[in-house]
C-alpha cells in the first residue's frame, strides 16, 4: 500500500521561504519507474492547481505561477521528493499535496497522479 506523508507547511510572512518534503512508501521510485512525483495545491473554492512536477530521472517542470520562486527536488535514496518555496507570496496560501503517479496524462492536471498525500497547510500573511 502506497503512503505519501507531507510536513514543513506553517505560517511565515511574505518574502519568507518553507521547505515542503513529502516521504513516500510502498511505492517504487528510481530511474527505472514510470512514476512522477508532483506537488500541486488547491485554496479555498478553487481547483487544484500543479506547481511542480519531476520525473524519476530528474527533469524537473514548473507553472508559470511559481516558476523561479520554487524548486522542486528529490532524494530516490530515501523516497523523498521537496518543494522549496521562496519568495513566498498570500496569494501561495493553500493546502499544498504530494502526487506519485504513472497515469498518461497532463502531468500538471490531477488525473495523472494516483496517489495523493494527506496535505500540509501554508499561510503567508502580509
Known amino acids: 500500500q502506497v503512503h505519501l506523508v507531507e510536513s514543513g507547511g506553517g505560517s511565515v510572512q511574505a518574502g519568507g521561504s518553507l521547505l515542503l518534503s513529502c516521504a513516500a512508501s510502498g511505492l517504487t521510485y528510481n530511474d527505472n519507474s514510470d512514476n512522477k512525483r508532483a506537488w500541486f495545491r488547491q485554496a479555498p473554492g478553487k481547483e487544484r492547481e500543479g506547481l511542480a512536477v519531476?520525473?524519476?530521472?530528474?527533469?524537473?517542470y514548473y507553472a508559470d505561477s511559481v516558476r523561479g520562486r520554487f524548486t522542486i527536488s528529490q532524494d530516490n535514496a530515501k523516497n523523498t521528493v521537496y518543494l522549496q518555496m521562496d519568495n513566498l507570496k498570500p496569494e501561495d496560501t493553500a493546502m499544498y499535496y504530494c502526487?506519485?503517479?504513472?497515469?498518461?496524462?497532463?502531468?500538471?492536471?490531477?488525473?495523472?497522479?494516483?496517489?495523493w498525500g494527506q496535505g500540509t497547510q501554508v499561510t503567508v500573511s502580509s
Open positions: 519531476i520525473y524519476p530521472a530528474g527533469t524537473a
Open positions: 502526487a506519485a503517479g504513472a497515469v498518461y496524462a497532463n502531468s500538471f492536471s490531477p488525473n495523472a497522479y494516483s496517489h
